[in-house]
């Protein structure tokens, strides 16, 4: 079973709630771990500093915006970036808000 | 005397407090607007649904976050959007934040 939670499709990402997800530099750096990962991760390896239920919460907040897709494999909670549909839906975007991590000169 | 206040330059933009600027929608209405207008306006020429002192908070975060100048011409404070700056710094951003206008088809 893939990708089980609903997100919005391309079309339908709100810019309030996209925004109001972006401005937390934690949800930020949510997201630029999952995109140099370069594959989905497991929720317990995204290092932030909070607790758990503080962490699920950045999560689901990313994940009502669109902003990244998560399901289930056996127990655990897998979470991705939905690179190529934000980056339909707004192009630019994830690189503006996404620090660069090897852009090495 | 022109654009008296300070404003960052192009690389000096503070993300987040860029971030937390454009997440209000009243601060979005207030850059569309001079957007729109396509040259600086009087502060009381932007139409937004608040009082004029919390107009007034909304213009100076804008400004703080380097989105728009604001200067005095005698005493009318007038207000622009940055937007070659703002591009140079964050290329797409305005476009995705702010609702063209005018993209008859």
Excluded: N, W
């Excluded at 962490?55 to 902003?67: C, I, P, Q, S």
Aim: charged share 25%; hydrophobic share 40%; net charge negative.
């Amino acid at each position: 079973m893939s990708d089980a939670r609903t997100a919005p499709e391309p079309g339908d990402f709100d810019l309030q709630k996209v925004l109001e997800a972006l401005v937390d530099p934690v949800r930020r750096s949510i997201l630029a771990q999952l995109d140099a990962a370069g594959e989905d991760l497991r929720c317990g390896l995204v290092d932030i500093p909070v607790s758990k239920s503080t962490a699920t919460h950045h999560f689901k907040v990313l994940r009502e915006a669109g902003l990244i897709r998560q399901y289930y494999v056996g127990t655990a909670r897998m979470s991705g970036l939905r690179r190529a549909e934000v980056e339909e839906a707004f192009p630019g975007l994830l690189d503006i808000v996404i620090p660069r991590h090897a852009t090495v000169p």
